[in-house]
Each structure stands twice: as structure tokens, then as C-alpha cells.
């Protein structure tokens, strides 16, 4: 009995240890076409274009039509709507709290789980990666960051000064973990926030670009910003380069063969550039904007080559990648997504995919949404979100709608449409969550401008709300709230991140909730210029930045429970109180 039960353990043991690492790597606002495996011969990526070469590439792969979006239905294997996520900022980018990310399947499976770089998915615990399955954290939060040269950042909740352009450097820290782990199965997770704007990338890439001929252009070229597309395309190389520094790490270690690296795009591009016909960009619930490539590597179970014609989507990652390492998915709720290893293994050891299992991959329905629009595709046609039926086999550009030539399979769709939208869509809840406060998971609560409301003359810096800071605080009557609900009683450090002209010091500000106040006054200047200007490479739409300082304005009670956290000016003896780029609380102590 004792033998039968070492044998059993042993065997379990050798399993666990032949499970395959896993590096997920999505850049932010590439596209389908920036790439030269899809066809565009404008710039070079040999590096992902020899993750198709060495291993699978899918033809027709969908994601969502913006940010925070495609990640929850990464991250969860479900409809973002089924989430809880409906906006990219302010809030509405976090995902439901009972939903089980794949950082909790994979480390519950015993992986080393981390994340590096843009997280958008919620910046305070428990919507914090750290509370979401990832041990590791680097990076921001926030959708988009407003300087891409050593920004401030946070390491697992606390502020770091990063080091370096960002997506080198967010390479740098997963090339470390890689490294840390290279004998225990690791779950690396690299999104990149590039080449999102504000446009800016090193000259090294930069110059190879800025006076480069564009042999192809967009589908609407009198629209389309020659520079934003040179520099989007050098932030493109920029990023290859650093697949290709992962992908050396990971044959220089010996493990290349043992790793999964899978790489897509959360969305279409941010511009009207080339994307082989396909209309739409981000935003866009047709073609472009939620097509995006996807190439999966596996040297050990996946050949070389393979073409994968089936449709598949975001929500099928979690079940595949979850199949493909016998990882148990755990989930308490249905998933939307499914698995596609009997697409992608044809070793005869695991047994050739079935017909029956192609087929049923073969006839499934995609749904796209955002802002309320709904388009629908299966691997013929795509009803867009007007009611026009395109056939993708003929016409993948959507230039002629065939309602008329084809009304069965336009009935079709348009009946799987109004049932997604009677059950995945009414799911959708849109009522403000709080921030929460004095999470157990983390001493530090971030409260930043992007979350706040502001009261009065106060505005943001940009009408983009990530990134931003609250600016023209002139009088008594301003105020900045924020909906919190303190989860642990306690009293707390309060420390705001501002910057105030020398003119203007002496502002005495009180931070509120419920019946706690404390108070404090800004006696140093702090007078920073903007900044991030001199690193764009075409003029941003976003806000620049500030060097913002923190100052402490005093320790503050806060009992459990939800309310507006209020700050607010006593008395403003100069023109302005000051401008606001976070509040941070931290636990002094709890009950």
C-alpha cells in the first residue's frame, strides 16, 4: 500500500514538474496589421513574426474594441460585460470581485504568477493584481501613463521610480523573474503600454523611422497621420526587440522548449494606418478594431507552422492555456471562452483533433461590444452593429453588405445577437462601486486624481481622465471627493501629491470623512514645469506631467464603512490652493 502510494506521488510529482511555463505578452493600441508576419512590409518584427514561424498563428483572432475590455476577458475567460467592466477609467474598468482570474488558476496550480506593466483593470486592493493571483507586480495601473521615460511606478504597492523607457524596462523586470523561476513552472504576464500614445519612443528606433517612406497607408489615407504611423510603427520595433531579448532568455536558459509565449494585441490600431484592408480601428466593433494577430508558441506539443482558421477570441485563452498545462480551471462560473488545444496539438502522443472538435470550434459566434454597440461574426460573416451582413471569406474589408444575398445567415446572427444582449449585456451593472480603503491585502491605498471628482472651478488637466491631475483650485467652495468604503477601522497617514507656486503657499486643506477631519497647511513650494513634451514624437492628445511632491497632511480616523471622502481648502491666501495628482492613505493601524 505504502509503494502504491509513493508511486502515486511520484507520478504526480513528475506531472506537476512537466507542466510548461507560460509568458503572455499584449502590447496596447498595435493593431493586426503592425506586423510584418501580417503583411506590412513598413517595418520589420522578426522576433514575433518567429513565434508564427516556430509555432501557431490564427487568422482570425478577436479581442475587444478598447483597453481594459480585452484584458478582463483575458484575465477571466468571460464577456466583459458578465465582469463588471464598462468603461476605462473612473472606475469602471474593474473587474467584479468574484471573478477568478487566470493568476488564480495558475497559482493555485502551484505557478509563480507575475505582472508587468499596464495593469487597467483597478488600482486600488482588492482589484489590485496583487489581490488578482499575481505574487509580482511592476508597473502602473491607470489605462494610459503620461511619461514613458523613468516614470514613477509602483513594485506590489509601493512607489518605485522606474528605470528607462518603459517597455524596456518592464522587460528588464520579467527577464529577472524568468530567471528567478527558471526551475518551477512560472506564469509571466508582459503587457506593454506601447505603442498607446503619448508617442514616444528612443532614438534608436526613432530614427530609423521619422523620414521613412510609408509604402502602405490606410484604409483612408487623406485621414491619416503620417507621423503618429512612424512613430506607432518605431514603438512596434521597439517592442519586437524586446520579444526577441525574452525569447533569447528563454533558449539561454534551456527552457524555451518548456514555455508557452503566446503574444496579441488588446485592440485595433490607434490611427488610421495600414491594417490590409480591414475597416475600422480602435473603438471600432468591426474588423480592425477587434482583430488582432495571435501567435503561440510550444516547441514541445504545437508545430511548427501551423495556421489556425478557426475563429477564437480573448475568452478562450484562460480555458486553452489552462487545458494545455492540465491545470484545473476551478471556476465557479461559467465561461464564455473555450479551449483551443484540439486546434493547436497534433502530436500524435495527445491524438490528432477530432472533425467533431473542429467543427464545433468551426460554427461558433463572437461577440463584439463597447459602448453599447453589438457586432457578431462566425467564421463566414459578421454582422456589424448597424444590422449590415459582411461575408469576411470575400469581402474581409466590410465594403459590401450582402443582407439581401444571404438573409438566413443575416436572421441568424441577428437572433444570437438579441440573445446576447438579453442575457450577456443585461449582466452589465453599471452601478458606481467604491474605492476601498485599509484593504488587509495592502497598508497603502492610492487614491488618484483619475478616481476623483472634482466640486467647483476645480477641472482636470486633460479630458482624458487617466494620468491626469485637478488644476484651478481657486476658492474655499472647490472641493475633490472620492466614494471610498474603508474596509478596516483605524487611523491613517494622509499624504497629498501636489505641486503650489512659492506666490501661493499657505493653503490650509482638510481631508474629511464622515466625522474624522485632519487638517494641514502647505508651507513649501513646489513649482514643476510640464513635462513629457520633449519626449513626444508627435503632439499628444493626453495630459503631460508634473513632478509631483508628496506631502503629509496628518493622520485621519476612519471608521468602516462607505461615504465621500472630501478634501477641501479652509483658506487659500494666493490665487490657487494647489494642484492635485493623488492622495495616498496608509494604515497606521487597524482593527
Not at 497621420?225 to 512612424?230: G, K, L
Not at 461559467?334 to 502522443?349: E, F, M, N, V, Y
Not at 459578421?382 to 444590422?387: T, V
Amino acid at each position: 500500500m505504502l509503494a502504491a502510494l509513493l508511486a502515486l506521488f511520484t507520478s504526480s510529482a513528475l506531472l506537476a514538474d512537466e507542466r510548461p511555463n507560460l509568458l503572455v505578452i499584449i502590447t496596447d493600441d498595435q493593431g493586426w496589421g503592425d506586423l510584418s508576419a501580417s503583411g506590412n512590409t513598413n517595418l520589420s518584427t522578426p522576433h514575433v513574426d518567429s513565434l508564427a514561424r516556430d509555432g501557431a498563428s490564427f487568422d482570425r483572432f478577436y479581442v475587444c474594441p478598447v483597453c481594459s475590455p480585452t484584458r478582463a476577458e483575458f484575465l477571466t475567460g468571460r464577456y466583459h460585460p458578465r465582469c463588471g467592466v464598462f468603461a476605462t477609467s473612473t472606475g469602471g474598468e474593474r473587474m467584479d470581485l468574484d471573478e477568478r482570474t487566470i493568476a488564480d488558476v495558475f497559482k493555485a496550480a502551484g505557478y509563480a504568477t507575475a505582472a508587468f506593466g499596464k495593469w487597467h483593470n483597478g488600482a486600488q486592493h482588492p482589484y489590485h493584481p496583487n489581490a488578482r493571483g499575481f505574487d509580482e507586480f511592476y508597473g502602473f495601473c491607470c489605462g494610459h501613463w503620461g511619461d514613458y521615460f523613468s516614470p514613477p511606478l509602483e513594485h506590489n504597492g509601493e512607489l518605485v521610480q522606474g528605470h528607462g523607457f518603459t517597455a524596456d524596462d518592464f522587460t528588464d523586470k520579467a527577464l529577472t523573474f524568468i530567471e528567478q523561476y527558471k526551475d518551477r513552472p512560472f506564469f509571466a504576464y508582459v503587457a506593454y503600454n506601447t505603442p498607446h500614445s503619448p508617442m514616444q519612443v528612443p532614438d534608436r528606433w526613432w530614427n530609423k523611422f521619422k523620414d521613412k517612406e510609408l509604402n502602405l497607408r490606410g484604409t483612408q489615407p487623406n485621414r491619416e497621420d503620417i507621423q503618429h504611423t512612424r512613430a506607432a510603427l518605431a514603438m512596434c520595433e521597439n517592442i519586437d526587440w524586446n520579444v526577441g531579448r525574452m525569447l533569447e532568455k528563454l533558449a539561454d536558459l534551456g527552457i524555451a522548449d518548456d514555455t508557452i509565449v503566446l503574444y496579441f494585441c488588446d485592440n485595433g490600431p490607434n490611427g488610421n494606418r495600414w491594417t490590409g484592408g480591414l475597416r475600422g480601428v480602435k473603438a471600432s466593433t468591426d474588423e480592425g478594431g477587434v482583430r488582432s494577430p495571435l501567435v503561440m508558441r510550444w516547441p514541445k506539443k504545437i508545430e511548427a507552422g501551423e495556421r489556425i482558421p478557426q475563429i477564437a477570441a480573448a475568452i478562450d485563452l484562460l480555458p486553452t492555456l489552462a487545458d494545455l498545462a492540465g491545470v484545473p480551471v476551478g471556476n465557479a462560473k461559467p465561461l464564455d471562452g473555450r479551449s483551443l488545444k484540439s486546434l493547436l496539438t497534433s502530436h500524435p502522443a495527445d491524438g490528432a483533433p477530432s472533425d467533431e472538435a473542429r467543427d464545433e470550434l468551426r460554427d461558433r459566434i463572437i461577440f463584439s461590444h463597447w459602448n453599447g454597440q453589438v457586432s457578431a461574426c462566425n467564421q463566414r460573416f459578421r454582422l456589424d452593429h448597424a444590422g449590415r451582413l459582411y461575408d469576411l471569406a470575400a469581402d474581409a474589408g466590410q465594403r459590401s453588405d450582402v443582407s439581401q444575398k444571404y438573409p438566413e445567415a443575416k436572421s441568424k446572427l441577428a437572433a444570437a445577437v438579441k440573445a446576447w444582449k438579453d442575457e450577456v449585456l443585461a449582466e452589465l451593472n453599471r452601478e458606481a462601486k467604491p474605492f476601498t480603503v485599509g484593504h488587509p491585502g495592502s497598508k497603502n491605498t492610492q487614491l488618484p486624481a483619475a478616481d476623483g471628482v472634482p466640486h467647483g472651478n476645480i477641472r482636470r488637466s486633460n479630458q482624458h481622465p487617466n494620468s491626469s491631475f485637478f488644476t484651478d483650485w481657486k476658492t474655499t467652495d472647490d472641493s475633490i471627493t472620492w466614494d471610498i468604503d474603508v474596509a478596516a477601522a483605524g487611523n491613517y497617514d494622509a499624504e497629498i501629491y501636489y505641486t503650489c507656486p512659492a506666490g501661493d503657499v499657505g493653503s490650509t486643506i482638510e481631508l474629511s470623512f464622515n466625522n474624522s477631519r485632519v487638517e494641514g497647511k502647505i508651507t513649501e513650494p513646489n513649482d514643476p514645469p510640464l513635462r513629457g513634451a520633449e519626449h513626444d514624437r508627435v503632439r499628444r492628445g493626453e495630459s503631460y506631467v508634473k513632478d509631483f511632491k508628496p506631502m503629509n497632511v496628518g493622520t485621519i480616523r476612519l471608521e468602516r464603512g462607505r461615504g465621500q471622502l472630501t478634501l477641501r481648502a479652509l483658506s487659500i491666501p494666493g490665487s490657487q490652493a494647489m494642484e492635485l495628482q493623488m492622495l495616498m492613505l496608509t494604515r497606521v493601524d487597524n482593527e
